[in-house]
């Protein structure tokens, strides 16, 4: 069974630029989160998606951040425009209903410069 | 406000020594505590949970954590070490009371096995 898969692997962009940023959970995965960790700290949530719903995005940064969800299975999470306190590890990690477990995937490395 | 604390930046540890890797937590209902590990270029791996019942927790590749409620502690711990688990650690806790699935994470912890 193939894990989450997250692309790219890493991006590097300018500030000012735009970023899309792609998840592909574990098939039948209803739920979906996002996590981001900057640099030395705590990984930090930012959104939960089930199915196709945003169950909780209280952690979502600002409006330049935008994750959807189409059809309840990949995800995407634009930057859009990008600054440079948006550097980080982006991780993606997916559940079944009603389980504790979360499998993350290996994460995406965004640098803006 | 919910929270996790992992103090130590770092642990070094000789091979074949045990190892404790500390984690304490804050939240406003019933924990339910994890950990996880990273190896590097590879996600986050679930090691083990703490739910409900035993206070000692059993994990992969011979992990295992004790839940302390009155100290809101659980520390990781391994009776001997290995070289191959060198890797960041991080510990985590989800307040289901809250009525959320939001998981609050910890700085992390790099674990230097030393052979």
């Known amino acids: 069974e193939a894990g989450v898969t997250q692309f790219p692997s890493h991006s590097v962009i300018e500030k000012g630029q735009t970023v899309t940023l792609r998840c592909d959970p574990i098939?039948?995965?209803?739920?979906l989160y996002w996590y981001r960790r900057v640099m030395g700290k705590e990984i930090k949530f930012l959104l939960h998606?089930?199915?196709?719903?945003?169950?909780?995005e209280s952690g979502m940064p600002n409006n330049r951040f935008l994750a959807e969800r189409t059809g309840g299975t990949y995800s995407t999470l634009k930057v859009q425009p990008a600054e440079l306190e948006d550097s980080g590890v982006y991780f993606c990690?997916?559940?079944?209903?009603?389980?504790?477990?979360?499998?993350f995937g290996p994460g995406t490395r965004l640098t803006v410069t | 406000a919910q929270s996790v604390a992992q103090p130590e930046d770092q642990v070094n540890v000789a091979e074949g020594n045990p190892l404790t890797v500390k984690c304490t937590y804050s939240v406003s209902g019933n924990p339910y505590l994890f950990w996880y590990v990273q190896y590097p270029n590879r996600g986050l791996q679930f090691l083990l949970k703490?739910?409900?019942?035993?206070?000692l927790v059993k994990g992969s590749y011979g992990f295992e954590a004790e839940f302390n409620k009155s100290q809101t502690s659980f520390h990781l711990k391994k009776p001997s070490a290995l070289v191959s688990d060198s890797a960041l650690y991080f510990c985590a806790v989800r307040d289901i009371g809250a009525g959320g699935f939001k998981t609050i994470f910890g700085a992390g912890t790099r674990l230097f096995v030393k052979a």
């Open positions: 990690a997916s559940g079944i209903a009603g389980a504790y477990e979360q499998y």
């Open positions: 703490y739910i409900t019942g035993d206070n």
């Open positions: 998606f089930v199915k196709e719903s945003k169950q909780d």
């Open positions: 098939s039948g995965h209803d739920n």
